[in-house]
Nanobody, 116 residues
Framework: VQLQASGGGLVQSGGSLRLSCTTT????????MGWYRQTPGQQRNLVAS???????NYVDSVKGRFTISRDTAKNTVYLQMNSLKPEDTAVYYC???????????WGQGTLVTVSS
């Protein structure tokens, strides 16, 4: 397994969670990484990304609430999620930032459920 996401769970609206993604493989260490999320019947969408140099980008719906970071020495990417909303409920995955990624490149993901 090259990508392993963890840290999801059930949280009340307004709560916080911290997701972690451990990676194996040099490709993940030196390239842009992102956190994606997917709800049933919907496509997987990128919500936060971080470059090798540490520059970050977010979709508008999570700006000011989510923070992506990475520890290159530990081959780990994090997503700190604060002020969670029910609409943040999804399975969260990490992967390279790319428009097309092989289906078999995705790890298991971690489920985040936010109750109202």
């Amino acid at each position: 397994v090259q990508l392993q996401a963890s840290g999801g769970g059930l949280v009340q609206s307004g709560g916080s969670l911290r997701l972690s993604c451990t990676t194996t493989g040099v490709i993940y260490r030196f390239n842009d990484m992102g956190w994606y999320r997917q709800t049933p019947g919907q496509q997987r969408n990128l919500v936060a990304s971080i470059t090798y140099g540490g520059s970050t980008n977010y979709v508008d719906s999570v700006k000011g609430r989510f923070t992506i970071s990475r520890d290159t020495a530990k081959n780990t990417v994090y997503l700190q999620m604060n002020s969670l909303k029910p609409e943040d409920t999804a399975v969260y995955y990490c992967n390279l930032v790319a428009s097309r990624l092989p289906a078999n490149s995705w790890g298991q993901g971690t489920l985040v459920t936010v109750s109202s």
